[in-house]
């Protein structure tokens, strides 16, 4: 089975940032899309950010959910089988644990349609607990 490692996450005074990362111990990313979700406790889990796979160069897009967008980014270093998720100018409503996941697609959902499409993911991480907090 594909395993998913998110790591990166911690505690963190609001303003400040942290650098989450996704990758996969023995199996290339490369191809497919990877797509960041987070849950806050008592809260249904959201979408946040996703970066298609490289099946050719027209097909390397990404994006950040509108209520994120200016705050986070995401990137990918193909060399390293890594996935970033960038997270600047922090709150207190980011705390939650992040999960990075994919449905084994080299295309992203469309950003509205992130949240049905959880339901098609083939893979999850662990999570990685974010607290912001003075």
């Known amino acids: 089975q594909v395993q998913l490692v998110e790591s990166g996450g911690g505690l963190v005074q609001p303003g400040g940032s942290l650098r989450l990362s996704c990758t996969a111990p023995e199996f290339n990313l490369e191809y497919y899309a990877i797509s960041w979700y987070r849950q806050a406790p008592g809260k249904e889990r959201e979408g946040v950010s996703c970066s298609g796979g490289s099946v050719s160069p027209g097909d390397g897009i990404a994006y950040v959910v509108d209520s994120l967008k200016g705050r986070f980014s995401i990137s990918r270093d193909y060399s390293k089988n890594l996935v970033y998720l960038q997270m600047n100018s922090l709150k207190s409503d980011d705390t939650a644990v992040y999960y990075c996941?994919?449905?084994?697609?080299?295309?992203?959902?469309?950003?509205?349609?992130?949240?049905?499409?959880?339901?098609?993911?083939?893979?999850w991480g662990q999570g990685t607990q974010v607290t912001v907090s003075s």
């Open positions: 996941a994919t449905d084994l697609d080299h295309a992203c959902h469309p950003p509205n349609l992130m949240s049905t499409g959880m339901g098609s993911m083939h893979t």
